[in-house]
């Protein structure tokens, strides 16, 4: 098992992740307004704020991104091996919003830009992303930072 935690650079907000797997992991969000739990089980992410777990699924989505989590961004570049290819890569994805909890499909783009960095966009948002030797965020440009280890 391996512990990561990542800091908000935009807004007060810090994430622990117990990661199992790249398909086994759990974590924790604490932000201003809301403190979420979440699992991800395979093919299952279970989040919950207190009212109760809601269970989504991938649902003709290629990866979860669940709004706030480094760990989620690392799914698409191991899965492909993007840090290898120089070759851009469109993903539909199961975003769920925090902390709403809803889901929706969304249309992400990353595109290796060399030296361990993706170039992320999604709709009018962008934002570079660096990667460690494991392909797990370090750094998600004006947004979150990885603080251990």
Not at 2 to 23: A, K, Q, Y
Not at 123 to 132: L, N, P, R, S, V
């Amino acid at each position: 098992m391996r512990t990561l935690m990542w800091e908000g650079i935009d807004e007060p907000r810090i994430e622990i992740v117990r990661v199992d797997s790249l398909d086994r992991a759990r974590g924790t969000q604490l932000g201003l307004v809301y403190e979420l739990r979440w699992e991800l089980d395979g093919s299952e992410l279970i989040v919950d704020i207190g009212d109760g777990p809601v269970r989504h699924r991938p649902d003709g989505a290629d990866y979860f991104d669940l709004q706030h989590s480094a760990f989620f961004n690392t799914l698409p570049v191991v899965g492909d091996r993007l840090l290898d290819t120089a070759e851009p890569r469109d993903y539909i994805m199961r975003f769920v919003s925090v902390p709403e909890l809803t889901a929706t499909l969304a249309t992400q783009r990353y595109e290796p830009v060399g030296d361990r960095t993706v170039h992320f966009s999604s709709g009018d948002y962008e934002a570079d992303i660096d990667f460690d030797d494991d392909s797990f965020v370090l750094l998600y440009h004006d947004y979150l930072r990885r603080l251990h280890p």
